[in-house]
Nanobody, 122 residues
Framework: QVQLVESGGGLVQAGGSLKLSCAAS????????MGWFRQAPGKEREFVAT????????YYADSVKGRFTVSRDNAKNTVYLQMNSLKPEDTAVYYC???????????????WGQGTQVTVSS
């Protein structure tokens, strides 16, 4: 079991940057794959990025590739999402999640945070 709390959301202008954090509790964190998802009003929750627990394996949605970077610090039980060159279409509630392996599907993640709002103005 992993408990997750996101933070770092806010309002930023297009082209700006924002860094999200997801603090985790639970002894299984270092062995968990971590994912970031987002949900805009009227849309389904969509995959953003994921990172494995070893070998630095990462995968990104095409819409954020080259702009977002996911990382983790297992000593601090924290996963991050660095977001650069933000666009208005990035506006959404962002969620972090813990699962057993790297995956783009929300069904493969067992534990979820409460979400943090990111708003990008034009």
């Amino acid at each position: 079991q992993v408990q997750l709390v996101e933070s770092g959301g806010g309002l930023v202008q297009a082209g700006g940057s924002l860094k999200l954090s997801c603090a985790a509790s639970g002894r299984t964190f270092s062995r968990s794959a971590m994912g970031w998802f987002r949900q805009a009003p009227g849309k389904e929750r969509e995959f953003v990025a994921t990172i494995g627990w070893s070998a630095g394996t990462t995968y990104y949605a095409d819409s954020v590739k080259g702009r977002f970077t996911v990382s983790r610090d297992n000593a601090k039980n924290t996963v991050y999402l660095q977001m650069n060159s933000l666009k208005p279409e990035d506006t959404a509630v962002y969620y972090c999640a813990a699962g057993r392996g790297v995956s783009t599907s929300r069904r493969t993640y067992d534990d979820w945070g409460q979400g943090t709002q990111v708003t990008v103005s034009s």
